[in-house]
């Protein structure tokens, strides 16, 4: 099955996820619907941009550009449906979760994202890196879940995604087959550093800038 076909049919789930979210939030459906729709776009976009910038080829696949570029893009979609930014980004991170496990199950269809050829018990076996990232993301998805639930990070859920899904991503290049891209990097772990940075920064912020509020009020 062709990749845009898979993302396609990924989005309905994206789109599942998304209204179970919503309940915390009470976003119209209808404004819900436009987001997805415009999280498809975008987030196709990001993946094939992203494939360009570290191979020079559009037809590559790399996840980091739509966590990077949807936050930027998604700022036009929330003012033209005049709905809190940080509310309509916290339905994201759920959402690309399920999305990314379902795109592991696709590399795992393509034989693509290979994981490193270990030595186990006297024997050669290949880590499985497109099952164990595709748990990953679930995992990552429920934990979304729970940190939104919690209401405690209204509006910085997708930082929180960034920061997470950065040091999953980073731990489990080492156990996968990567060439180096940026000194001794790899795309994906140079990205993944980029994520953890840009996430902590913003959660860090948001800490002090709520205890600050606090103590005001």
């Not at 050669?124 to 990232?133: A, K, T």
């Not at 060439?179 to 996430?199: A, C, E």
């Amino acid at each position: 099955m062709a990749f845009e076909y898979f993302y396609g049919l990924g989005m309905i789930a994206v789109f599942a996820v998304m209204c179970y979210i919503n309940k915390y939030y009470q976003i119209p459906v209808w404004k819900v619907a436009v987001s997805c729709a415009s999280l498809a776009v975008i987030g196709m976009f990001g993946v094939k941009l992203m494939s360009y910038i570290e191979s020079g080829n559009w037809s590559g696949r790399s996840f980091f550009g739509a966590v990077f570029l949807i936050p930027i893009l998604m700022v036009p979609v929330a003012k033209l449906l005049k709905t809190p930014y940080g509310d309509l980004m916290d339905l994201m991170p759920p959402a690309g979760c399920i999305m990314l496990a379902l795109l592991k199950v696709k590399c795992k269809l393509d034989g693509c994202c290979f994981g490193r050829i270990m030595l186990i018990n006297g024997n050669l076996i290949r880590f499985p890196s497109q099952i164990v990232e595709c748990i990953a993301a679930i995992l990552l998805m429920i934990v979304m879940i729970i940190i939104i639930k919690t209401g405690n990070w209204r509006g910085f859920a997708y930082a929180w995604v960034m920061f997470l899904y950065g040091i999953s991503r980073l731990i489990l290049n080492s156990f996968r087959e990567t060439s180096p891209w940026i000194g001794t990097f790899s795309s994906g772990s140079f990205w993944s550093l980029i994520s953890i940075v840009i996430g902590a920064s913003i959660l860090l912020w948001a800490k002090k800038y709520n205890s600050l509020s606090s103590k005001k009020t």
